[in-house]
């Protein structure tokens, strides 16, 4: 009886010692969850991707514009269609001649303003008027927000708007109880009745249909275990959630709750939090969500995949008023309200997927960051990247190049291939001269073929696109009128002969150096670069600051070099702009979540040559639109003054045109990347490209040509000579530009055109007082 | 007969056909007919004319950018004159402005850049030039 006794009581205590013991495990585990909770609570709790952005755009009368590519940009920006005049962010009605929108708030680094009410008027291609149709007045400029063009996602690709407690709309926050627990804000993280509940009716239905987890162990799930079925999960799941509530209010468990929950999918990434969500499905913020859209994002929280919308209109309606029911059950809404939400139907904004737009660019841009952030902070920070491109420009670009190379292989055969990562390529930049933003890059045909990009990676031969450097440093020496021999003569280079290949693309003896400039004439090139000495040529190459290696070698007049089409487009943005060259600028400013300025970089400018050099170079080029080798731009609309010179490179591998106004720049190169002949010169391979493009963007046309700086003069010349032109014997004179100081002094030598009266006594007379 | 006699020969000659015929025959230049500057003439157009709407347009950044550089917002300044620089490059103004920026953040390298800018683009407006002389000298003495 004794032993029976004491060993019942070894038994008890033992069971006493062993619950304690249990007790105390579960209360320490316990209190490592609290840790664990606090730690990431108290952090950075979800990781927001980094998000690259474009420039913003400009609107103002008088302005002409590409509506397509306008309306594309709208549609872009999350702009939607309605049928009535726009009534709330985000609506846009679409008229003949007028486009009412109702602007998305702007908010881009220290610049922030609520949406308005605009109407923009159309005169055929041009903005009429921009009016605020709040309060009647007349805008002088219209910004529209960036576009979002990348996110910097981390390796669990989840995209979501943080919104606090006190922005998510009560409908929402009933929906959502209505939904998932309706006495959420009763029980302690653990709701007994709703399981009893949940078995019950899993019982009589035979099959799971209802789960009995409380919001709280949702949360405790989503945000720390992982998803598999096991009872030990259950249990950590049920002891998380009490130690969560333990630990904070019910309203930030809540937030959280609404922050985290997944509700979707945008193709490989998953929409977390309603914030995103509302954006998603509704195309506005969460704040302005009817009572059925909150409702449809409160249904979804069940199986996104299955009630989405944009899966099932039918079911995502059936368990949208499920949830209406519900509430109307709960007291949330009344009959009135849950009738009038029923009747509605599932309107959702459509969507793209998330894709890389203008990859190349963000490829370039990308290169800069990791020198200032590591992938992981551009992965979870939820930094903003905002940069210099244009994506009006940057789609005219791509259907440019895409359209200009379907062409080329329909007009040449010879050009096709059946092997993706073989076929035609082409780069466009776009930059604007005087800042040296660039608006565009298109470094390939298809960035899913290849990633290599051939506006800022491939070096390639610019062939006669250098040749203006050239002439550029023999206007120290020589005018524009200068006759230059294009006799194919044998140069004496480094004590060896060497004779350049080719004709001359004038018939005559001698040609003028614009001509020669503008016909690309390479016999007169090389006469030229020989007089003004290659070492001369060289530095003057140098000082364009590229990066390539080069020698002074007689083939360097030619482009038998190579360059990069960025560092070239760079150089030809000298010329646009009064001898001064700009840094090419992509990346603007980078800031935190909350907006706070991280980085910034500003346009920076060097001078390189004289305003009076630049400009007669512009004028030597715009010789080659108007007579030379791009004169063909003319027949293919181009009707405003610009400057430009065709390359094409030995064998016809490299085919390039460059060309500018005061406003824009552009450069195009067409190729194969292993060099093979392409059979076609610049002025047929790239140059109606670039007409292509610079048509679709007349915003960027002002028609403007640039005015003489000081240290450029004009005078009449013989278009036969070179020289000081007689009036009224030389057939043909011309006016030419020189800089001051260098113009030409004789008259015209050429005997038919000597004046035997005034002019001869005049020619006499200067002879005479020269002794 | 050398050269000085010949042309003591020639002027005696020219000396007689001018006060003899009382006619006055049209001397021929020592130099090259000069041409004129255009761009005098073409401003002007400009500034008579109705203002085209990019200048408007980037007249009303440039206030913007004013305004930033006057409130201490320098670098905000300089994006919004740059964007006012692409929409119309001809508006000198926006040159100077971003030279002054560039100054107030103590970069005189390149203040003097937009400066040089600045003084061709504004070189035939009285109002303007003084300031842009003014503001060169400024550069200067930073540099120094």
């Known amino acids: 009886m004794v032993f029976r006794k004491s060993t019942k009581k070894k038994i008890i205590r033992s069971l006493c010692f062993l619950s304690f013991v249990i007790v105390i495990g579960i209360l320490l585990y316990c209190l490592y969850l609290a840790i664990l909770i606090d730690t990431r609570f108290s952090g950075r709790k979800w990781s927001i991707p980094s998000k690259v952005y474009s420039d913003s755009t400009l609107l103002f009368p008088g302005q002409q514009v590409n509506r397509s590519l306008l309306i594309n940009k709208l549609r872009r920006l999350e702009y939607r269609n309605v049928a009535r005049v726009p009534e709330s962010s985000g609506e846009m009605r679409i008229q003949e001649s007028s486009m009412e929108l109702y602007l998305h708030d702007l908010e881009m680094p220290a610049k922030q303003h609520k949406g308005f009410p605009v109407k923009i008027a159309f005169r055929s291609q041009e903005i009429e008027s921009i009016i605020r149709r709040d309060n009647g007045k007349t805008l002088p400029l219209l910004e529209l927000g960036p576009e979002k063009i990348m996110l910097f996602f981390g390796p669990e690709r989840q995209q979501r708007q943080l ?167 709960l007291g949330y809404i009344t009959q009135q309200q849950r ?62 190049l895409q359209r200009g190379l379907v062409r080329l292989e329909k007009t040449y055969p010879s050009l096709r291939r059946s092997n993706p990562g073989r076929k035609l390529q082409g780069a466009i930049i776009v930059m604007q001269p005087k800042t040296g933003y660039i608006l565009a890059m298109v470094g390939g045909r298809d960035y899913s073929t290849t990633q290599f990009n051939r506006a800022t990676q491939a070096r390639r031969q610019p062939g006669s696109a250098i040749k203006p450097f050239v002439y550029l440093t023999g206007l120290d020496q020589f005018t524009p009128a200068t006759i230059l021999s294009n006799e194919q003569k044998t140069y004496e280079v480094n004590g060896k002969p060497w004779k350049p290949h080719g004709k001359s693309s004038y018939s005559g003896a001698g040609i003028r150096m614009r001509d020669a400039l503008a016909q690309s004439d390479n016999l ?64 603007k400013t980078l800031t935190d979540e909350n907006g706070n300025i991280l980085e910034q970089r500003h346009m920076t400018i060097q001078n390189i040559i004289s305003p009076a050099k630049a400009f007669v170079m512009s004028d030597m080029l715009r010789s080659v639109v108007i007579e030379g080798t791009a004169k063909s731009a003319k027949n293919m609309g181009i009707t405003f003054p610009m400057a430009g010179k065709t390359g094409t490179t030995n064998d016809y591998r490299d085919a390039w045109f460059v060309g500018y106004t005061p406003d824009l720049l552009a450069l195009v190169w067409v190729g194969f990347d292993n060099g093979e002949s392409i059979s076609a010169e610049g002025a047929v391979a790239a140059l109606p490209i670039w007409v292509d493009l610079v048509r679709s963007i007349p915003q960027y046309v002002s028609g403007d040509w640039f005015t003489i700086p000081p240290g450029v003069v004009k005078a009449k010349i013989c278009s036969q000579s070179g020289q000081l032109a007689v009036e009224a014997t030389c057939p043909e004179p011309i006016e030419e530009v020189f800089l001051e100081g260098n113009v030409t002094t004789e008259y015209c030598q050429i005997p038919e055109h000597k004046s035997h009266s005034g002019e001869e006594l005049k020619m006499w007379w200067q002879k005479l007082w020269k002794r | 007969m050398n050269g000085k006699k010949r042309q003591t020969l020639v002027l005696y000659c020219i000396c007689l056909i001018v006060f003899g015929c009382a006619t006055v025959a049209p001397a021929p230049s020592k130099h090259p007919p000069r041409a004129t500057s255009d761009t005098k003439i073409e401003k002007k157009e400009l500034r008579e004319g109705k203002p085209r709407p990019r200048e408007v347009a980037s007249l009303h950044l440039t206030e913007q950018g004013q305004m930033l550089l006057e409130s201490g917002k320098v670098d905000e300044a300089i994006g919004v004159l740059g964007r006012a620089v692409n929409i119309y490059p001809s508006n000198g103004k926006n040159y100077y402005y971003l030279a002054e920026a560039w100054l107030k953040k103590g970069n005189a390298a390149q203040a003097r850049e937009w400066n040089r800018l600045a003084s061709m683009y504004l070189a035939g407006d009285s109002e303007w030039s003084p300031r842009v002389y003014e503001q060169h000298r400024r550069i200067n003495v930073h540099s120094r």
Request: glycine share 6%; net charge positive; proline share 5%.
């Open chain 1, 524 to 587: 007169a090139t090389v006469d030229l670069a020989m007089k003004v000495g290659l070492g001369r040529i060289v530095d003057t190459v140098k000082a364009f600051q590229f990066s390539t290696p080069l020698k002074p070698l007689p083939s360097l007049a030619l482009g038998a070099y190579e360059v990069i089409p960025l560092e070239l487009a760079r150089a030809y943005c000298t010329f646009a702009s009064y001898g001064v060259e700009p840094y090419p600028l992509s990346l």
């Open chain 1, 339 to 400: 009738d009038g939400a029923v009747a509605e139907p599932v309107k959702t904004v459509g969507f793209t997927a998330y894709g890389k737009k203008a990859p190349y660019f963000v490829d370039y841009v990308s290169k800069q960051l990791p020198a200032l952030y590591s992938p992981t902070v551009l992965s979870s920070q939820g930094l903003s990247i905002y940069t210099t491109v244009d994506m009006q420009v940057q789609e005219a670009a791509e259907n440019a």
């Open chain 1, 163 to 329: 919104v606090s407690i006190d922005r998510v709309p009560q409908n929402l926050i009933h929906a959502v109880l209505a939904a998932e627990d309706s006495r959420f804000f009763e029980h302690h993280g653990f709701d007994f009745r709703s399981i009893l509940r949940a078995i019950y009716i899993n019982i009589r239905h035979g099959t799971i249909r209802q789960g009995g987890s409380t919001l709280t162990q949702q949360l405790a799930k989503n945000y720390f275990l992982t998803p598999e079925r096991t009872l030990a999960r259950k249990i950590r799941e049920l002891l998380m959630a009490l130690t969560m509530e333990l630990r904070y209010k019910k309203q930030e468990i809540f937030e959280i709750y609404l922050n985290e929950i997944y509700l979707g999918q945008k193709g490989s990434v998953s929409i977390n939090g309603v914030g995103e969500a509302a954006f998603f499905y509704f195309g506005k913020p969460v704040e302005n969500l009817s009572l059925a859209e909150a409702a449809t994002i409160a249904c979804l929280i069940k199986s996104p995949g299955l009630y989405s919308p944009y899966v099932s209109e039918t079911k995502c309606r059936e368990q949208r008023n499920k949830v209406l029911r519900d509430m109307e059950k």
